[in-house]
T-cell receptor, first 112, second 112 residues
Framework: QKEVEQDPGPLSVPEGAIVSLNCTYS??????FMWYRQYSRKGPELLMY????GNKEDGRFTAQVDKSSKYISLFIRDSQPSDSATYLC????????????FGKGTKLTVNP | NAGVTQTPKFRILKIGQSMTLQCAQD?????MYWYRQDPGMGLKLIYY???????DKGEVPNGYNVSRSTTEDFPLRLELAAPSQTSVYFC???????????FGSGTRLTVV
């Protein structure tokens, strides 16, 4: 079983739709969880960060972590064409090298 | 406000040639990382450093070398380039007390 699994998509939705992106993981030592957004031919940029289980909201974006199920989600409300990008989940544990393990990314297209 | 700067942006190498990918950050971050990103494969860690003078191998270090003589710079050396090293290379850095990485814009390398 891979350490982090993410459905690569691609996912295509109409403008205004609610988008749900998900990752599962196997390493119970992971303590913090992130979502990065990567536009075509650009470097990833940090979108959301959560520590341990729970929800975090930032504008149209909501990140959820369920450590008991080893499952994280990113919801995008009222999706816009500018949200079209690849979304990567990432997770890590405290201490040492602070290395992140990334999912393969889900490519999202929001159609006007 | 440069952040993480990677040079060059593009490069074509012939099999057997060598080159150095440059990475510099001006945020005084101790932690620095090199990842490679292949289509549909996510980000894989090549090497990382937790401070000047300290480097360690990541998931896919074969064919690469790094050095960290200063806090600011973390060059990645490719010796005897092979077609399997065709990829997009990202450098990233982070503060000690912050979980998220800041990525550079990447170097797109083709080995022919």
């Amino acid at each position: 079983q891979k350490e982090v699994e993410q459905d690569p998509g691609p996912l295509s939705v109409p403008e205004g739709a609610i988008v749900s992106l998900n990752c599962t993981y196997s390493n119970s030592a992971f303590q913090y969880f992130m979502w990065y957004r990567q536009y075509s031919r650009k470097g990833p940029e940090l979108l959301m960060y959560t520590y341990s289980s729970g929800n975090k909201e930032d504008g149209r974006f909501t990140a959820q972590v369920d450590k008991s199920s080893k499952y994280i989600s990113l919801f995008i409300r009222d999706s816009q064409p500018s949200d079209s990008a690849t979304y990567l989940c990432a997770m890590g544990s405290q201490g040492g090298s602070e290395k992140l393990v990334f999912g393969k990314g889900t490519k999202l297209t929001v159609n006007p | 406000n440069a952040g993480v700067t990677q040079t060059p942006k593009f490069r074509i190498l012939k099999i057997g040639q060598s080159m150095t990918l440059q990475c510099a950050q001006d945020m005084n971050h101790n932690y620095m990382y090199w990842y490679r990103q292949d289509p549909g494969m996510g980000l894989k860690l090549i090497y990382y450093s937790v401070g000047a003078g300290i480097t360690d191998k990541g998931e896919v270090p074969n064919g690469y070398n790094v050095s960290r003589s200063t806090t600011e710079d973390f060059p990645l050396r490719l010796e005897l380039a092979a077609p399997s090293q065709t990829s997009v290379y990202f450098c990233a850095s982070k503060e000690t007390v912050v979980y998220g990485y800041t990525f550079g814009s990447g170097t797109r390398l083709t080995v022919v």
